[in-house]
């Protein structure tokens, strides 16, 4: 179908044609329910929230109880349309964020924001290689996220 990775895993999970019909159709609908982050899941609400600050506080809880916060690199697999990345790099001092999503579309759609130190794969996690830039490295998880911390400096959050 011309959008699987280029290295082909034993991943028998979503198809490729489920991942284009869910994810690859970003119309004004989606634009509305996901709010300007693009985020598939509840924001974290408080009293007088907008979709907009649930939305960026659940992105920041994500963050600190990843232990992401300064970190040099991040791996986010599933990272949808980088919204997770770009609030690390913009506002938690993450040097470079990598993102993995099965969805073309979204990979492109970061893409096209051009947003500095983030970078989005259209790959399956099972294919994920890391570049020297950004070796995946996890010696303990956050209990928050399935995310792994190296000494502060790396980390993955999902």
């Known amino acids: ?16 044609k489920t991942i284009l019909h869910q994810y690859d159709f970003l119309g004004d609908f989606y634009r ?22 649930a939305q960026i506080r659940k992105l ?8 992401a ?8 697999i599933g990272c949808g349309y980088g919204s997770l ?17 099965m969805s073309p579309g979204q990979a492109a759609w970061a893409r096209d924001q051009h947003w500095p ?5 259209a790959e399956n996690w099972f294919d994920h290689s890391a570049t020297p830039r950004a070796p995946p490295v996890c010696p303990r998880r956050s209990a928050a ?9 790396s980390a993955r959050a999902t």
Do not use: N
């Not at 179908?1 to 979503?14: L, Q």
């Not at 916060?69 to 986010?76: R, T």
């Not at 130190?117 to 794969?121: D, K, M, N, Q, Y």
């Open 117 to 121: 130190g983030c970078e989005v794969r």
């Open 69 to 76: 916060v300064g970190a040099d690199h991040v791996l986010d």
């Open 85 to 101: 990345l770009h609030r690390l790099v913009q506002a938690h001092h993450v040097k470079h964020a990598v993102g993995i999503t």
């Open 1 to 16: 179908m011309g959008h699987e990775s280029k290295t082909r895993s034993a991943y028998k999970g979503t198809s490729s």
């Open 32 to 53: 509305l329910i996901l709010g300007p982050e693009l985020v598939f899941s509840y924001g974290m609400w408080e009293e007088g929230d907008t979709l907009d600050s």
């Open 60 to 67: 920041d809880y994500h963050a600190e109880a990843a232990h």
């Open 145 to 153: 996220t399935s995310s792994c911390v190296s000494g502060g400096k």
